[in-house]
């Protein structure tokens, strides 16, 4: 796709270094591998599935399966406040006192929709540990690259992309061997799930590139609470597709308090000092500008 976008003019030359590039490689893959371990190893409480529907007739379901998905969502959860961590840390930011409680809010919110019975071993711990921290870093570190090297969303993806692809299809097969004793070339691969393998390709890219350009545009800290806004639209699609089984009180409440949130979020952390980056200036710049200012000032009185 990086090459299709190349050949159609969107991906420009431009310059990233090697081992910068190896550090944003190592952290991307670092979290899809701990990300997927993590729903693996982790269990959740059941939840009811209903009938799939006439297009999904071709599925077998289970009356009642059990989800990684609430598992994953916790450490979604925990990726904001690492995040926010690491701009204090990396990037001096300021949060204003408003911005930190929207971003609580939301937090409160996503956690009443989606948290429940949730059982964790300890290697599920570690894996959702590495999850969380590759994800924020590997975040943080498109900001940084795109700041630091005026890198354009298509212009990332077309330096990132290829190096991903080329990395996860050597190690993948291993890393995959080794933590579930399965080889991938021996699964069954039926036309179904071809398609979805397909599928799920054409729509990473998307993914990948809204979040560069996200990313890109505010922050990662931005971007994460704009993505808790798709496990709002899960959970209405859910309802309109499957009935009220999946719409409760609670997860009515929690959808309710996130998206209050999310817009108490963009509104506090748009106004002046609801989120800025501190520049420190040395005293002998400070002192050299004051100089400068006061020479002027003087000229101008003359004048």
């Not at 090697?18 to 982790?42: D, H, Q, R």
Request: glycine letters at 6%; hydrophobic letters at 50%.
């Amino acid at each position: 796709m990086t090459s299709v976008m190349k050949w159609l003019g969107y991906i420009q030359p431009s310059y990233l270094p090697l081992p910068e590039l190896v550090k944003f490689v190592f952290f991307a893959n670092l979290s899809i591998v701990g990300m997927n371990v993590s729903l693996m190893w982790n269990s959740v409480g059941f939840y009811q599935v209903k009938r799939v529907t006439k297009f999904y007739s071709m599925l077998e379901c289970n009356a009642y399966t059990k989800l990684h998905f609430l598992l994953f969502q916790i450490a979604k959860l925990c990726i904001i406040p690492v995040l926010c961590f690491l701009e204090i840390l990396f990037d001096k930011v300021r949060y204003s006192r408003d911005t930190k409680l929207s971003i609580m809010l939301v937090l409160v919110g996503v956690a009443v929709c989606t948290v429940t019975d949730v059982s964790m071993n300890s290697q599920g711990l570690i894996a959702a540990i590495i999850a969380v921290w590759s994800t924020a870093l590997q975040q943080h570190y498109v900001h940084h690259l795109q700041r630091k090297y005026s890198l354009g969303s298509f212009n990332l993806l077309g330096h990132t992309a290829p190096a991903q692809a080329v990395s996860l299809l050597i190690f993948g097969p291993f890393v995959d061997l080794w933590l579930t004793d399965k080889r991938v070339d021996t699964f069954d691969y039926t036309m179904v799930v071809t398609f979805f393998i397909v599928l799920s390709c054409i729509i990473a890219v998307g993914t990948n590139l809204s979040q560069f350009i996200c990313i890109g545009r505010f922050t990662a800290v931005s971007f994460q609470v704009l993505g808790h806004m798709k496990t709002i639209l899960v959970l209405t699609l859910g309802f309109f597709f499957f009935g009220k089984e999946g719409l409760n009180f609670h997860v009515a409440l929690g959808m309710t308090i996130a998206v209050i949130g999310m817009i108490w979020y963009g509104n506090a952390s748009s106004k002046p000092g609801g989120k800025e980056r501190q520049v420190y200036i040395p005293i002998s710049e400070k002192t050299q500008k004051h100089g400068i200012l006061s020479s002027q000032s003087e000229l101008d009185l003359k004048v």
